[in-house]
């Protein structure tokens, strides 16, 4: 299996642009995740989804956050308008639920916002 | 509610010297802990799970519950060792992974 695969590995924006962050799961995965990687704050999750449905969104910074996941081989992490603040390392993780909790990240994407 | 401590944001130690990063949780349950390596730029990949009782890359963790601590430990620190390791914590009911803020692991030549 390919593992984890997000797009944009890299994206440089302006602030206020809307920004699209896409990740595939493991094939087979029934959860799926989206973290933030900060130097200041670490690593936080943002929300996670079971077979597609979000579970728990209480990470999603404000309401310019969104998430979906319309199949069980796609999800998407929208910013619109981005800030700033924004600035970070989105990874999006999943996991076989049937198989234990451990759970495999992807290469995560870099976004600055200018 | 889970938490996960990693009291040390950086760790640094010179080559051949012994390792130990430590990880101390908080819950009520029955935890299942993890270590996570970042290497420069990279992905979080699994290091270690306490339930496989492995060692990988000569790191070693025991879980001491009476301690409620998962610390990291190799004998002889290598220079590819230099990375980020986050240890994180899972609950019953398999919800999510608590992690830690991270410690920096720096070995020098």
């Known amino acids: 299996d390919a593992g984890v695969i997000q797009s944009p590995r890299h994206e440089v924006t302006e602030m206020g642009q809307e920004v699209t962050l896409r990740c595939k799961p493991i094939?087979?995965?029934?959860?799926l995740f989206w973290y933030r990687q900060t130097m200041m704050r670490g690593l936080e999750l943002l929300i996670y989804?079971?077979?597609?449905?979000?579970?728990?969104d209480s990470g999603m910074p404000e309401d310019r956050f969104s998430a979906k996941m319309p199949n069980a081989s796609f999800s998407t992490l929208k910013i619109q308008p981005s800030e700033p603040r924004d600035s970070a390392v989105y990874f999006c993780?999943?996991?076989?639920?049937?198989?234990?909790?451990?759970?495999?990240f992807g290469e995560g994407s870099w976004l600055t916002v200018v | 509610a889970q938490r996960v401590t990693q009291p040390e944001k950086l760790l640094s130690v010179f080559k051949g010297a012994p390792v130990e990063l430590k990880c101390n949780y908080s819950?009520?349950?029955?935890?299942?802990l993890f270590w996570y390596v970042q290497y420069s730029r990279q992905r979080l990949q699994l290091l270690l799970r306490?339930?496989s009782r492995e060692s990988i890359k000569g790191f070693t963790a025991d879980l001491n519950k009476g301690e409620t601590s998962f610390h990291l430990k190799k004998p002889f620190a290598q220079e590819e060792d230099s990375a980020m390791y986050y240890c994180?914590?899972?609950?019953?009911?398999?919800?999510?992974?608590?992690f830690g803020k991270g410690t920096m692991l720096l070995v020098s030549p």
């Open positions: 993780a999943s996991r076989d639920r049937n198989s234990g909790n451990t759970i495999y």
């Open positions: 094939s087979g995965h029934n959860s």
């Open positions: 989804f079971n077979n597609n449905v979000p579970i728990d």
């Open positions: 819950y009520s349950g029955s935890p299942e």
């Open positions: 306490h339930i």
């Open positions: 994180a914590l899972g609950s019953t009911g398999y919800s999510t992974l608590t």
